[in-house]
């Protein structure tokens, strides 16, 4: 259960004519799939919440504490991904440092966060576009809205729009790639004009205090409550120094989605100096321009009063501009048509890694005979997404996306320790700095977010892990190509 796949067998293993994935993307490619899938709706929507409740104007530095976590564990991620450069993330690193058990875990864990949070990305995108079309006088039918909508029964848009990524993502990486740097440009232009034009509303007296005394959040009951306050019974603060890092417990879950950029190393040209820049560079902005709308809406309206549900079309409607909205409303449904198709495209090189390892079924593993790209799981899992986000409503599993990733980076950070005391000899293009600390660093600041997880949320996790075990013991375990030897 604990035998490890060699580096040089997995990079062998890329090789195969029908397994080979086909190498087109660049450090500038990378850098746009990382914004492209970060930057969603918590920039337009999570900041105004986390002010008003957590933090108040302090905002801004919880996004620069979250993005220091990310930034920890990104640097794991990219000694990996430059050094390992294999479809699968985290799924790959952990099969060649800890072992197959392990890595089954953690592709297992990969395949639940990417689904769902293409998923629920989905849902959100068509709840922007129905907003667009009302706005226009276009109305769909209530039954085609979701089920979100009075009468609803089935989301067309959401539906529609994965079918459509699925067929892009078929066709080829690079097609992607070029739709999300359009689509990328559109959306960075639009966060930095609500930015500058914020900026001339700003007061400086909505700052005081920048941060505010110390509030004890509500008592929660049950499962509800935080995993830390069922344990220990440590009950987590709004406001307050305390209050920062509370914060950024909640805003961290909008910098999601850097780590599907190493699942495309194998898709790469120059994996050992691009996947770094790629990794590190995506992640730089997106906190850059995350604190930046974190000081201007708290600058704008006092945090007292900023809106949750529309907080940076809400401020702009306060001070007479309600044209703003409209742009940030469009730019979140532009955006999150790139968030979908990255989500997507990270779920199916992590199932492609695993069935060419014959975890699962190597019929998964074929790649299109003139397209390059694993078209097989890319249609099935496809389809299934679609179906899911028409037929339901899954904004309460969302957070297992949260914890799906925290465990990722968790099982990296240890992948990195491990992989440097068993094969010091590996060539290593891109070397995380201070050995052990960083990593340790990084698996400490990840659990600590997770323990202020709700406690249903672990469960709900538990019950995917048990699945996941189930299946590995009755297929995964005979069938893998290291069982008795087998290359």
Known sequence: ???????????????????RLRKSLSAWDLTVFGVGVIIGTGIFVLTGKVAK?????????????????????????????STVPVAGSAYTFSYASIG???????????VLEFALGTAVVAVGWSGYVRSLLDNVGLHLPAVLSGVDVPG????????????VLTAVLVIGVKLSARITTIIVSIKVTVVMIVIVAGLFFIKAENYLPFIPPKQLQPTESGFAQPLIQLLFGYQPTNFGVMGIF?????????????????TA??????????MPRGILGSLFICTVLYVAVALVITGMEHYTRISVSAPLADAFKAVGHPFYAGVISFGAAIGLTSVCMILLLGQTRVFFAMSRDELLPRFFSITHP????????????????????????????????????????????????ILRRTRPDLPRAFRTPMVPLIPVLSIAASVW???NLPTETWLRFAIWMVIGFVVYFLYGRSHSRLAGGRR
């Open 1 to 19: 259960m604990f035998r490890t796949k060699t580096v040089e067998q997995s990079i062998r293993d890329t090789e195969e004519p029908e397994h």
């Open 370 to 417: 003139r397209f390059g790209t694993p078209y097989r799981p890319t249609v099935l899992l496809g389809v299934v997404i679609a179906i899911v986000a028409g037929f339901t409503s899954i904004n309460e599993l969302a957070t297992l996306v949260n914890i799906g990733t925290l465990f990722a980076f968790v099982v990296v950070a240890l992948g990195v320790i």
């Open 449 to 451: 977010l997770m323990l």
């Open 265 to 274: 190393a194998e898709e790469t040209k120059v994996p050992q100096r691009d």
């Open 53 to 81: 409740e957590n933090a108040g104007p302090a905002t801004s530095l919880a996004f620069i504490v979250a993005g220091i976590v990310c930034a920890l564990a990104a640097l794991c991620y990219a000694e990996f991904a």
């Open 100 to 110: 197959e058990l392990p890595a089954w875990i953690i592709g297992w864990d990969l």
């Open 246 to 262: 509370t914060a950024a417990s909640v805003v961290f879950f909008a910098f999601i989605g850097f780590d599907v950029v190493a």
């Open 152 to 163: 609803g029964v089935f989301d067309i848009l959401a539906f529609a729009l994965v079918l």
